[in-house]
């Protein structure tokens, strides 16, 4: 079976990259575990396991800014996912950011170059 072809952690999971598949930009990493990964190439929206939730996530879930995969594909060792994904809304990162990768190393310290495009706040409305 494919997914035996992953070489999963010893936690189960694998890194997984979302990559523009226009522009190419890295927008975010998150993990994968099995039940992820077939979920993404089944439904065509990425899924991710969530470490600090210890759950299976569906990227915008919440958020509404699904992840269509166009593309997925395995590294030569096995043990990373890339996808090519179109990102709705723009926003992949949960600061109301393009990409998670919005920092930049420069003269020492961490700079701050791309600016949120929606208040988080106004993203995610929590029923609790």
């Not at 990964?37 to 915008?60: C, D, N």
Request: hydrophobic share 35%.
């Amino acid at each position: 079976m494919w997914l035996d072809e992953v070489k999963w952690d010893a936690d189960g999971l694998v890194p997984a990259i979302a990559q523009d598949e226009k522009s190419g930009r890295i927008l975010m990493m998150a993990w994968m575990d099995r039940e992820a990964l077939r979920l993404t190439a089944e439904t065509g929206v990425a899924h991710y396991f969530s470490r600090s939730r210890q759950r299976q996530w569906k990227k915008g879930e919440e958020s509404g800014h699904l992840q269509h995969v166009s593309e997925l594909r395995l590294d030569c060792d096995g043990d990373v996912i890339v996808m090519a994904i179109r990102q709705e809304g723009g926003i992949a990162c949960h600061t109301g950011r393009e990409s998670c990768f919005y920092r930049r190393f420069d003269n020492g310290d961490w700079q701050v170059v791309d600016p949120v495009l929606k208040d988080p706040a106004d993203i995610y409305t929590r029923n609790t």
